[in-house]
């Protein structure tokens, strides 16, 4: 059988993963044509075939079958995947802000497991383990800061030492704000509601709140009560509107997500059939990423294809409201009774609160899924609201 002939698209962390990947396990049925990349005078150790700096010419080749795109340029790669349109070459991806973006579902020449939850295969879950539907899903979807959360609460190390080291394993975006502000794992749960949901989100459709420093008092605090922050992306249906969100919450130690460290992502599912299912795996750097990036010509070769679908629009639930989630952030060290009945009586809905504690003011969280275990709106009468009481946790 004809070797497909690939183009790898750039030889960063994830384009040097996948030409491992490629080294180890592909060179029987794939052959690498060319590798371009930016600048053609880097020394690249270990890289043994033809290189060049002209995307578009390697792209363009006859002889090339596939393009493998690892680059994270989103404007460039728009153009370099619509002449892999026109030429009919396969074109995956690891490029999540590109696919985002990308208006069309199901193109047959597209797979992009890779750019969601590193060699987790949660593109290819939901789009062929799920005949029931989807209600909710929930996932750690961003390496480096559960990296960063890992150094911080189980080596005692500071959020910059974390983020230093998670920087050098190549873990962190070009633009780091990226995942510390929750950029990039809301892109993620954008691209995965298309397969959860067939629904597309837009950018503001997702309440995203930063990951922030922890101080000697949060750490010691959360440690002794036995719980875990993680970073979490949730997009639930609810009423026929999916609420989504990005944010830092609190699970207690013996929860499947506390016990997702280092650069490991995982995804929780609820279809809806009400069964639970659980998966986890490494979601950062050069091996998970070069796998996933593998993987999807394996499936590619095996008939595998995105299911074809018209989205619908989003539906986004108004009630979550980031300027409540932000103010808390704000106001982490004043933060009083007085001050959110203050926000109540000015409207302020909050819809539920999972979880409050004057020291954790800033990781108070408005859920709406199922498992709230705290509700406050504006018609709950004000000596119910004790938040000093309150501390609800995600078993
Ligand atoms: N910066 C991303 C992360 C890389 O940390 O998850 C993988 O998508």
Request: hydrophobic letters at 40%.
């Amino acid at each position: 059988m004809k070797k497909l002939n690939i183009a790898l698209i750039g030889f960063g962390t994830a384009g040097r993963g996948f030409y491992e990947a490629w080294q180890q396990i592909g060179t029987a049925r794939f052959n690498i044509h060319g590798v371009a990349v930016k600048d053609g005078e880097k020394v690249r150790n270990g890289l043994h075939v033809n290189v060049t700096t002209d995307v578009l010419a390697l792209i363009n080749d006859p002889a090339v079958d596939v393009v493998v795109e690892a680059t994270g340029n989103v404007k460039e790669a728009k153009l370099w995947y619509e002449a892999t349109i026109k030429n009919r070459q396969l074109f995956v991806t690891a490029n999540k802000q590109l696919v985002s973006q990308l208006s069309g579902f199901g193109n047959q020449n597209l797979l992009y497991e890779a750019s969601c939850g590193g060699a987790l295969p949660i593109v290819r879950l939901l789009e062929t383990c799920f005949p029931h539907g989807i209600s909710s899903i929930r996932g750690v979807l961003n390496g480096s800061t559960n990296y960063i959360l890992t150094r911080i609460f189980v080596d005692g190390f500071s959020f910059n030492d974390g983020l230093l080291i998670a920087k050098e394993a190549g873990f962190v975006e070009a633009d780091e704000r990226l995942d510390l502000d929750g950029g990039d794992p809301a892109t993620k749960l954008r691209i995965l509601c298309r397969h959860a949901f067939g629904i597309r989100l837009h950018a503001d459709d997702v309440s995203v709140f930063p990951l922030f420093g922890f101080n000697d008092v949060d750490v010691k605090f959360i440690r002794r009560n036995n719980l875990a922050v993680r970073y979490i992306a949730t997009a639930a249906l609810d009423e026929g509107k999916v609420v989504a969100r990005v944010a830092p919450e609190l699970v207690a130690e013996e929860h499947p997500f506390a016990k997702v460290l280092n650069e490991e992502n995982a995804v929780s599912i609820i279809d809806k059939g009400g069964e639970s299912y659980f998966f986890k795996a490494k979601g950062a750097g050069k091996q998970p990423t070069g796998t996933a990036l593998f993987n999807d010509l394996e499936a590619w070769s095996q008939g595998f294809r995105y299911k074809k679908r018209k989205l619908a629009k989003a539906k986004s639930s108004p009630e979550i409201s980031e300027v409540i989630v932000r103010t808390v952030v704000d106001f982490r060290d004043q933060l009083t009774a007085e001050t959110i009945e203050s926000w109540i009586e000015g409207g302020f809905r909050f819809y539920r609160l999972r979880c409050y504690l004057h020291e954790l003011a800033q990781i108070a969280v408005v859920e709406s899924g199922e498992a709230c275990v705290f509700v406050l709106s504006k018609e709950l009468s004000r000596q119910r609201f004790k938040p000093e009481s309150v501390l609800s946790i995600e078993h």
